[in-house]
């Protein structure tokens, strides 16, 4: 009896230390490398209070920045995966931009043989492929094309504009679908799920060249479709933290975050829509021309001296591009404007000052909205820039090295090819030595005499360098028309399903809070 005990026991130490070899099996990285890290734990590296429901991401985040507080760099563990976050806004500068050769890629699990969509979209790509399609992008986001674009956006916010004014008015309208309640002649709307559909409708008409009307048609399939690519949560959140512990595991088990019916249908989306146009003979200024655009492109022969041949790109490569814009575009304008509406109700001082110049602007302009008026609306410009300090889209950057790089600081750290990077940019916009009482909702430091005191790589919204966010003008031009026409028709109220103070959630990554964004809408007097 007592032998059989020795042997259960002996069993089960050599189970718990074969476990812990493996679960601490890269934990040593920054020991060997003699740089100063924070302590793993078995398995969960420096995640464990992320995953465990203890902190949200960018709680998490700001979490680590403090405790490498003194460093201007310093080690984490994200699980198995060493990566380096870096503190300092010189060090930010030279890996973002000045020795971007050096970090051209991210570090997302996510490649095009797990999902040929999204892993075939700009966020993922890398190396010249990144550039390649970096270049046939951007003249969509140009200058030009942002004020062509701008009616159909523009159509859009007043769409928004005249059906909530209906909801108010039109008693028997039913609004349950768009989480909107009556409360008297105020309605009480869950704003992530309105300006959702706000942000679908617009890069519906503006990328995909399609008319929709998700508030008064609000189960329609386009919808419907956005909103199951972009949720992240529940099991999408295991399985990409999945991605992140064991990418070779979840590769073998064949774990996808798209559904087969939404890449059905976005691919079957972008391939009739090109179709249509080429036998019709469509012409919209829009990213579906652009993609058509360059899939007439051919290689340029070899021969031809100083000029590199231009890629050929296959039908999923241009579908991928119009899937990342509508991923991005859907969620990154909608957020925006959900933090933005709690921040005014919360702050009626600033909601008024910020509607007396939208009155008067539009008085010039005789009650019209141009391009013009939009961005010549200095405290709008103001109230969305400390919205997005507050409250960044991102909590974090990535990006991977990749050759051999030796950061220049006191220690220098020399970093291998494949080494993570992080840049904390919740921390950053937390930091009171950059940005004083950061907690406090200040639009004044975007002022202009204010904002020429901010360090540049300590504000970083829509990242930084050549691999910033390509569509950061637009995402800025839906979020403040639709602003607009809110704060024209409507004052923002607090209400009793307001959460005060805002929790951001636990759970995943996304930037949003539990329960949903729920605000008044009171109809302003004429």
């Not at 909801?167 to 959702?196: H, Q, S």
């Not at 919204?461 to 026409?485: D, S, T």
């Not at 704060?487 to 951001?504: A, D, E, G, H, Y």
Request: a neutral charge; proline letters at 6%.
């Amino acid at each position: 009896m007592l032998d059989s005990l020795l042997e259960w026991i002996l069993a089960a130490g050599i189970v718990t230390l074969i476990a812990y070899v493996i679960g601490t099996w890269t934990h040593n990285h920054f020991y060997k490398m003699n740089v100063h890290h924070l302590k793993p734990v078995p398995f969960f590296g420096n995640m464990a209070p992320m995953i465990l429901g203890k902190l949200s991401y960018p709680d998490f985040i700001n979490d680590l920045y403090k405790k490498l507080d003194g460093h201007k760099y310093g080690g984490v563990y994200e699980f198995f995966r060493p990566v380096i976050m870096l503190r300092d806004p010189e060090l930010i500068k030279t890996v973002t931009i000045k020795d971007f050769e050096f970090f051209v890629d991210h570090t997302n699990p996510v490649t095009e043989d797990v999902e040929p969509l999204l892993g075939k979209g700009l966020l993922n790509l890398k190396g010249q492929k990144w550039k390649d399609m970096r270049s046939t992008l951007s003249p969509a986001f140009t200058s030009s094309k942002m004020k062509t674009m701008f009616t159909l956006i523009t159509e859009c916010g007043e769409q928004l504009g005249d059906f909530l004014k209906t909801c108010i008015k039109d008693k028997n309208m039913p609004v349950e679908d768009c989480k909107i309640e009556r409360e008297g002649d105020m309605l009480v709307v869950e704003l992530r799920d309105l300006f959702t559909r706000y942000t679908n409708d617009v890069i519906e008409t503006s990328a995909f060249g399609i008319g929709c009307d998700s508030l008064n048609k609000p189960k329609n399939e386009f919808y419907m479709m956005g909103k199951d690519l972009t949720n992240l949560g529940g099991v999408r959140a295991v399985i990409l933290f999945g991605y992140l512990i064991s990418p070779k595991l979840m590769k073998l088990l064949n774990l996808k975050f798209m559904s087969k019916a939404v890449l059905n249908f976005f691919r079957s989306l972008v391939h009739d829509t090109m179709a249509t146009r080429e036998d019709k003979d469509i012409f919209r200024p829009d990213m579906i021309h652009l993609l058509m655009q360059a899939k007439k492109e051919t290689v340029l022969p070899n021969e031809i001296i100083g000029k590199a041949p231009k890629p050929k790109w296959d039908a999923d490569d241009l579908t991928a591009q119009a899937v990342n814009f509508f991923f991005a575009g859907f969620d990154a304008s909608s957020t925006l404007l959900c933090f933005a509406s709690h921040l005014l109700a919360t702050h009626p001082d600033v909601q008024s000052r910020l509607q007396k110049e939208i009155d008067e602007t539009l008085e010039k302009d005789g009650g019209k909205l141009t391009y013009e008026a939009v961005h010549s609306m200095k405290y709008l410009d103001m109230v969305v820039s400390e919205t997005l300090r507050v409250y960044p889209p991102a909590g974090a950057l990535d990006r991977k090295c990749i050759k051999t790089y030796t950061l220049q600081s006191d220690p220098p750290c020399t970093l291998q090819p494949g080494q993570g990077i992080w840049v904390p940019v919740y921390g950053l916009h937390h930091d009171p030595k950059y940005f004083p009482n950061p907690e406090k909702f200040d639009p004044e430091r975007f002022s202009d005499e204010n904002k020429d005191n901010i360090n540049q790589y300590t504000y970083l919204p829509f990242g930084l360098g050549p691999r910033n966010c390509i569509g950061n003008r637009f995402a800025l031009m839906v979020a403040k028309i639709a602003l607009v026409h809110l704060l024209t028709r409507f004052n923002i109220k607090v209400v009793s399903k307001t959460p005060i103070p805002l929790q951001i959630s636990k759970g995943g990554f996304h930037m949003t809070v539990d329960g949903g964004f729920w605000l008044g809408l009171e109809q302003r007097e004429a």
